[in-house]
């Protein structure tokens, strides 16, 4: 189901036409379907509802609070990976015991707020980590729930820099490690080993590098005959980008965890971001001006690398809509690129596209998912404003950053 569309060659955001909503705020801005984002995460919770996974979904594709207040009143929890994350998952109401803290680079400060917040698992990445959890978790005097993340050297068969799964990776701890820690913990008073985490990459469209971790997993039981209370899979389930890219298999992926949880005790928690948010969203963008060279024309829009960073940061591909299509074709190749003084500012090359011209208006399609959150103030350009459409309603969910803030600081 899609909720953002074309409907008779006008780009609609549920009920509204985003030709009028681009009129009325300054552009550029990101446009939400908060159906979509509902009808998102419904779907992953159907596609697995005979495992009941706990949901937390991950704060850093997307950290606006009212988006995290809207997925929290439909049974959401929260992946967190900085002080500021969790934070903000508890100001937007998503109870502690539904949030799970990783990340490789923990300070004491977070830990310690994670443990004063008694959060559901914080899933440590090094034997250092362990140590100083335990050492903090004595003047707390409670026992802490900890997960152990594996590096279960599966890659997940995506773009080199968003795969964490692989053996040379930062992420986790390798199979060995892992169960040498697991033997260490066992022996803390403090620390309870609740849970074993994965997270191998992100947009993986594959069902094969998961169930390669499901077998890891089960051969790191079979060897370290801990009952886990909570198997923690990681997000990374991927979306359509392009008609070449299929959304992963969630009927599939469902079947193997369906295979892999039965006699196991355990909950099953997932961290999506990209599959909830992902393709919730538009980016809107005027066209400053058309600058034709010698064999294209640079369309150059009021967004840039700042406001979306993916195609420069991973030469992410996002289409491009007319937010009015019309039935003439613009002549020549097309190069759209954003304001900022970098080379690597631009989105998107095409060799068709519907008649354009300056002072028109285009989507950015798919944005929703490390979108805002990748965004930055370069150039001193300041951060746009987020909208959010139910229906036929639209408001304001964060404002665009004033002049004023911008230069005072
Ligand atoms: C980024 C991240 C996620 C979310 O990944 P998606 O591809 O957006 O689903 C989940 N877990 C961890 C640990 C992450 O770092």
Redesign the pocket.
């Known amino acids: 189901m899609n909720y953002i569309k074309l409907r008779k060659n006008n780009l609609c955001v549920e009920n509204i036409l985003v030709q009028k909503l681009a009129k009325k705020y300054q552009t550029p801005f990101y446009c939400y379907s908060l159906s979509q984002l509902k009808y998102n995460f419904n779907t992953l919770s159907n596609a697995f509802k005979t495992v009941k996974p706990i949901i937390c979904f991950?704060v850093?594709?997307n950290a606006n609070i009212s988006l995290l207040r809207e997925l929290k009143k439909i049974g959401a929890g929260a992946?967190v990976?900085s002080i500021g994350e969790l934070l903000k998952a508890i100001k937007a109401g998503i109870k502690p015991k539904k949030i799970v803290f990783?990340?490789i680079g923990k300070t004491e400060e977070e830990i310690r707020l994670a443990i004063k917040k008694r959060v559901l698992l914080i899933?440590v990445e090094s034997e250092n980590e362990v140590d100083l959890i335990n050492k903090i978790s004595k003047e707390f005097s409670r026992t802490i729930s900890i997960g152990i993340?594996l590096n279960p050297n599966v890659t997940g068969k995506t773009h080199r820099k968003?795969s964490?799964g692989g053996k040379d990776e930062k992420?986790g701890l390798s199979y060995k490690d892992f169960i040498n820690l697991c033997k260490k913990v066992k022996k803390m008073k403090n620390l309870n080993l609740q849970g074993i985490?994965v997270?191998i990459?992100?947009?993986?469209t594959s069902v094969s590098p998961f169930k390669k971790v499901l077998s890891v997993i089960n051969e790191i039981i079979d060897k370290t005959k801990i009952d886990f209370n909570f198997i923690d899979l990681?997000?990374?389930?991927?979306i359509s980008y392009s008609k070449k890219e299929k959304q992963i298999n969630l009927k599939q992926y469902a079947k193997l965890v369906n295979k892999f949880i039965k006699n196991k005790n355990s909950r099953i928690i997932f961290?999506?971001?990209?599959?909830?948010i992902?393709n919730a969203a538009i980016l809107i963008s005027k066209i400053i001006y058309i600058k034709k060279s010698n064999n294209k024309n640079f369309v150059i829009l009021d967004a840039g690398m700042n406001d979306l960073m993916r195609p420069a940061l991973y030469n992410a591909y996002h289409q491009i809509i007319p937010l009015k299509k019309i039935n003439k074709i613009f002549r020549g190749k097309i190069e759209f690129v954003g304001p900022v003084c970098e080379s690597s500012d631009k989105f998107l090359t095409q060799k068709r596209f519907s008649k354009i011209k300056e002072g028109d208006y285009v989507a950015i399609a798919n944005v929703g998912?490390?979108g805002m959150s990748l965004s930055s103030n370069y150039n001193t350009r300041p951060t746009i404003a987020e909208i959010m459409i139910t229906g036929s309603k639209h408001k304001i969910i964060k404002k665009r950053q004033s002049l004023a803030n911008l230069v005072n600081n």
Request: aromatic share 10%; no cysteine; charged share 15%.
């Open positions: 991950s850093k594709s992946d990976v990783s990340g899933n993340r968003i964490t992420f985490s997270h990459g992100s947009q993986i990681g997000g990374g389930m991927g961290e999506p971001g990209r599959f909830i992902g998912a490390y």
